[in-house]
């Protein structure tokens, strides 16, 4: 069955846009052009659950740009990788948000970055590239690391500290969503990590009530 919208795509978009009063004319175009474009890829290549698509905006652009409160807004142009990035999330929103920055999306299933790609090629996004390779093998480099619970975060960091190697951007990192209780997750990773509860951050619904923004900063100390 699908899973039944408290609210229309119309009304989560303006919710979403409340929060960021100061979004430019453009970005709030392509904001809004998400939900009709991911309906449409999604009826052929599933990126989001067909149960979820009319949550698109509450459940998946507002998580995404949940990030966009923690990561620092510089006029300088940096780069962020977002690992298992799937069908552009959370770096579509993003690249939205933060024009100035450059986006790498890396996935390993060629067919979601395809989707991401078009789509944001049809909003008009200059700012990102994608990439077809499994983390472990990329030998691409970034400021920040950005992910939507890819994977376990003792993998996400192992695999990525080769990409902030290099960085000397401030609060260089990791930063990735995840949810429910991560004791045991970060107890398993043995980094220092700190937690930001996104229901702390802005006007957000219930549902986010145990989701989280996991930071890890480049280089984060091992515990074990």
Known sequence: MPIT????????????????????????QQLTALYPLYREWNARINVISRRDIDNLYLHHVMHSLALAWLLPDEP??????????GGGFPSIPLAILFPQYQFL??????????????????????????????????????DYVVSRAAMPLELLHK????????????????????????????????????????STLADYPDYYQDKWIVYVAKQGKRTN
């Open 105 to 142: 999306l890396i996935d390993s299933i060629a067919k979601k970055l395809h989707v991401a790609q078009s789509i944001a090629d049809e909003i008009g996004l200059t700012n990102v590239s994608t990439h077809h390779t499994r983390v472990e093998s990329c030998d691409l480099c970034c």
């Open 76 to 85: 300088t142009s940096f780069t962020i990788a977002d690992v298992g990035c």
């Open 5 to 28: 919208p408290t609210t229309t795509p119309t009304e989560q978009l303006d919710r979403l846009l409340r929060q960021f009063p100061a979004l430019s004319p453009t970005a709030t």
């Open 159 to 198: 695999y990525t500290q080769h990409m902030l190697h290099g960085s000397t951007a401030p609060r260089t990192g990791i930063y990735c969503l995840k949810g429910g209780d991560l004791s045991e997750e970060i107890a398993q990773a043995g980094v220092t990590a700190q937690l930001t509860a996104i």
